[in-house]
């Protein structure tokens, strides 16, 4: 062979060669799109050769973002039909349009228009159940798109026409929410269930507002409440609750600030429907709390909702305050309202400790019902005893009974919850000791203060004696060693000097009733350097460093007391004890934190 033919021949071979590639690089495309016997056929015919050309790679363009963009909106636009349901919410606003402005031109009566525009809205409702049984993108639209329509109608038709009595214009509103409720229940549908309850919430708060029919409301909110609750096993419903429960709470305050305003102006109207307040809260409460107790007990061992654990207490602070503030503004009896709700903080702990022998992991609702319990206690033990330091000791023994039972319940939260109560008594008592007042330093303060202090201290120490187990959810968690109890011993130490104060002043007070003012200040710090001085020898002797860290607090407070107020505005005989005392409390610390490390525990 010449060398030309040599070279036709190489070049056959080489054409030959690259045909094959192709043909297999095609035949891989073809069949990673989903087309492996297309690519089979179309390898067959290419005999000839042919041009192909390669697929283009990402970097042989430059990047171009807005058309990706503008892809993925497309894309997401197709997937949730938005063009043809935004033409669909068009064409049926437009028949309600046009029905309005017949109406307002006095064409047709307006008691007839707004007929005619509910059966118009009441006929989208049923298409749109129908239309969710064809399984058609349309439906949720139509269907709320009817919802929507009826509340307005109901609103408008009443409240500016004066043509829609009250009584059907709230029973339109239950029903409407109602038959949303069972298509979303049906379909397991999300819009229909949301738009039903938000208008009956909304448009009922909007009727005649801001002086609405109270009683004929409730009963639209409470409808709107079970709804709710019941709509939360639907997938994205659980917003429902606590949407219903902030209209609630915010149109049964309204009511209350009428009845107190109208009560101090004596500008009463029946149409305030004063008699109906209390039983209304009560209804609510119960209700409350029932669809607390019933959540808990469907939910079994899983984890619960905030909703469910946080609706006792908003509920029972919430009920008791209203109750109260209109019955204090009558002039009631404020002391049987108190029992009843001592009565009602008892049902509480009644719940928690029977959803404790359930015998579940973690007690799950005991916490729940346990601070609700405690915070209607807080309220109602004043109220009925009319002592607010004397009720303090009594929420403390309450607290440390429960966290006694949490140990056997192996409730976490329960315990958590206690520390809570001795926070609140605490703080509580240091607001109404405070200040200089005789009522502040009476006598009788020294026994609630020093059975507070006695209570809460004996709790740390319980709490030292026996640890959280690692099964309890929230100190296996976060906090394993269970440095939040030094909150009790805070708290413990915060009432002891409340009870130590007024034991001082009453000292002074026979001894000396002509004392200067200052040396009752001066003595408060005496007392603080004093406990400063007792803490740190004692965590020196039991080398404990959680104590020895309390100290240390104790001494800067001290400090901050005697440098910024006693030499200020104090001088003689008293600012040198509390001079003194800080120096004697800063030198015994010195020492021993300069032995601590050589000390061994006892």
Known sequence: MTESELTAEEREKELTSRLKAMEQQLERLTTHLGGEGKAGHVAGESKAPVRVSTPARDDDYPPDNIAGVSEDLLNWANRTSLLPRLATICFLLVFALVLRTITDSGMIDKLIGSGIGMCYAAILMFAGWYKFRENSPLAPIIAASGALLMSAIVVETHTHFNALPLVPAYLTLIATGIVMALISRQFN???????????????????????????????????????GYFASQ???????????????????????????????????????????????????????MSLA????????????????????????????????SVLGAQGGNIQLLGIIGILAAMCHFGAAIWLARRKLEGAPGSSAFTLGGGALLALALPAATGSFALSLPVISAVAIFMAIMSRSWGSGHLRLTTYLFHLY???????????????????????????LAFIILYQYLWCRWCPPTEDYAFFGRFDPHDRSAVMLLLAGLLSGFFMMRSAIYQTMH????????????????VLVNSAAIVLIVLAYLRHDKEIRNVAIFVTVVGGIKVFAYDLLGSHGLPLVFSVFSFGVAAAIESVVLGKWTTNKPV
């Open 425 to 451: 008594s605490s703080v509580a008592l240091a607001v109404v000791l405070s200040g200089s007042s005789p009522a502040a330093l009476d006598v009788i303060n020294i026994l609630p203060a020093g059975l």
């Open 234 to 288: 639907l997938k994205r419903c659980t917003w429902l609750r606590w949407s219903a429960l902030f209209v609630t709470i915010i149109m049964l305050q309204l009511w209350q600030a009428q009845i107190v305003a109208a009560v101090k102006q004596n500008s009463i109207t029946p149409e305030m429907a004063i008699s109906w307040f209390l039983p209304v809260i009560a209804v609510f409460a119960i209700t409350y």
């Open 510 to 525: 026979m001894i000396n009733a002509s004392l200067p003012p200052d040396a009752f200040g001066c003595a408060q710090s």
């Open 293 to 324: 107790l019933f959540g808990i007990v469907r939910r079994g061992s899983e984890k619960l909702s905030i909703y469910i654990t946080s609706l006792p207490t908003i509920n029972t602070l919430w009920a008791f305050s209203a109750a109260s």
């Open 189 to 227: 549908a999300f819009t229909p269930v949301s738009v039903g309850i938000l208008g009956m919430c909304f448009a009922g708060a909007a009727i005649d507002y801001p002086h609405p029919f109270f009683p004929y409301l409730a009963l639209v909110l409470f409808t709107a409440n079970l709804l």
